[in-house]
């Protein structure tokens, strides 16, 4: 069965600061990676996905992940925090039709 | 405005008393899915529907039914609703690709938090 560890559940930056939230996905064979973030009281939204092509990619507001094989990993990045990054945050895998989520990171931005 | 529109958004309601959970997208999309979302636990999956009239479970679809007679609605169906139903519930679609698999790239409602006492 397949799993997605978010390893950090509650990630704390300052403004203007970078942000890292690290997932770990399981997988036997070349997943497809998604980021979601998702905003107090509001549905998820898709950030950024990875499905083979280049293993560094961008997603909106200036987010992008770097999918390493031999790690199993696929980090989340943004080289500065904005007040309005303050949300959780979920990997999730795709294999085949079915989707795993990760357990969420919520982001807290400091001003 | 592509959408996904859950309701009710809030409902409390008493163990044992059948509700359901409607959910409708604009998007011509053929996957739909729920999930229930737990503190510490993401989202799980409760049932996925690949197109009309086909439908299988995900990873927790005790205690749930679905259906989906058209392809833009796919209701969430509590026959018996128990306390440890207790979530928030998000509805979900995209497309697939020609294969048949879903994208991945899923647009959610905005989600429908059941108490049951």
């Known amino acids: 069965a397949q799993s997605v560890t978010q390893l950090d559940s509650h990630v704390s930056v300052s403004e203007g600061t970078p942000v890292l939230l690290r997932c770990n996905y399981s997988s036997s064979y070349s997943p497809s990676l998604f980021w979601y973030v998702q905003h107090p009281n509001k549905g998820l939204q898709l950030l950024l996905k990875y499905t083979s092509a280049a293993t560094l990619v961008k997603g909106i507001n200036g987010f992008e992940a770097e999918f390493k094989k031999s790690e199993t990993s696929f980090h989340l990045t943004k080289p500065s925090a904005h007040m309005s990054d303050a949300a959780e945050y979920f990997c999730v895998q795709a294999a085949g039709n079915k989707l795993t989520f990760g357990g969420g990171t919520r982001v807290l931005v400091k001003p | 405005e592509a959408q996904v529109t859950q309701n009710p958004r809030y409902l409390i309601t008493v163990t044992g008393k059948k509700l359901t959970v409607t959910c409708s997208q604009n998007m011509n999309h053929e996957y739909m899915s729920w999930y229930r979302q737990d503190p510490g636990l993401g989202l799980r999956q409760i049932y996925y529907s690949m197109n009309v009239e086909v439908t299988d479970k995900g990873d927790v679809p005790e205690g749930y039914k679905v259906s989906r007679k058209e392809k833009r609605n796919f209701p969430l169906i509590l026959e018996s609703p128990s306390p440890n139903q207790t979530s928030l519930y998000f509805c979900?679609?995209?497309?697939?690709?020609?294969?048949?698999?879903?994208?991945?790239?899923?647009?959610f409602g905005e989600g429908s938090r059941l108490t049951v006492l």
């Open positions: 979900a679609s995209s497309r697939t690709w020609t294969s048949g698999r879903n994208t991945g790239e899923l647009f």
